[in-house]
């Protein structure tokens, strides 16, 4: 190889041995622009993610909110042994206010109060319960005592520590939370007017303020309206607050009679 032609090849391997500016550029550009593609696809990801876990969390607090109502609710009026016991001798008369009554007439298993402030109503249920016998109240416990004991389940939604609960008072102790997120509730009372027939219909759903003594130891069913704080608010098409409803039956009276 003469000296000529190896000087031409080392320049020609010099010139391949890097690249331009230009060609740098470029490279980075393209590199910026798969980086920013993949952290948009992070981002949306974790966004998805959060949603979903927001959107299961409101699911279940709908669910345990609206079980913990409706198994209150259906259970409005029991006693037990009525063999030995009547529903006017287990559910006496109860005169003071909130949130142990008032209960006008004895038998009487539900009251409750319609209120226009955004927290919404307010419903006292009770029961008489037996040694052992597995009724839950509102709090979770059962009667594990050697005698039959009172449950006055007092629900309502009300704000602590900045957060707006559904609550419940049992017995006329202090408010209990049981579930977060809950904005309002609204309650209906299904009632029966017309007895020309033998039945369980409902023909009215009135509000607690136009109940007389006669429907309140007359409801048939409970028409529940949760109303909760949309976690998704503020994202486009998405409303500040999801309602729940649901139509709880009282002590399976709905219906035809057997």
Not at 20 to 48: C, Y
Not at 185 to 204: C, E, H, I, P
Request: proline share 5%; net charge positive; glycine share 8%.
């Amino acid at each position: 190889m003469t000296p000529q032609f190896r000087y031409q090849s080392l320049r020609q391997a010099a010139r391949q041995r890097g690249l331009t500016l230009v060609e740098i550029m470029v490279a980075m550009a393209i590199g910026l622009f798969l980086i920013g593609g993949l952290l948009t696809i992070v981002q949306s990801t974790r966004k998805t993610y959060s949603s979903q876990n927001q959107l299961a969390q409101l699911q279940d607090n709908e669910r345990l909110a609206m079980t913990l109502l409706g198994d209150v609710i259906q259970a409005a009026g029991y006693f037990p042994d009525p063999t030995t016991n009547t529903v006017t001798g287990a559910l006496p008369v109860v005169a003071s206010a909130y949130p142990l009554g008032p209960f006008a007439t004895a038998g009487q298993p539900i009251t409750g109060t319609t209120s226009v402030a955004l927290a919404g109503d307010r419903i006292i249920v009770r029961f008489l319960t037996a040694p052992n016998d597995g009724m839950i109240n509102c709090t979770g416990s059962s009667n594990t005592t050697a005698a039959n004991a009172m449950y006055t389940n007092a629900f309502r939604v009300a704000t602590i520590g900045g957060v707006s609960y559904l609550t419940c008072a049992l017995n006329n102790a202090a408010a209990v939370p049981l579930v977060a997120g809950v904005q309002s509730v609204k309650f209906l009372y299904g009632v029966k007017t017309d007895f020309t027939a033998d039945n369980g219909a409902v023909d009215s759903y009135l509000k607690a303020s136009e109940m007389t003594a006669a429907n309140w130891n007359n409801v048939i069913s409970v028409s529940v309206t949760l109303t909760f704080v949309n976690p998704l608010a503020g994202q486009p098409n998405q409303p500040a607050t999801i309602a729940f409803q649901r139509v709880v039956s009282v002590m399976n009276r709905a219906g035809v009679k057997t």
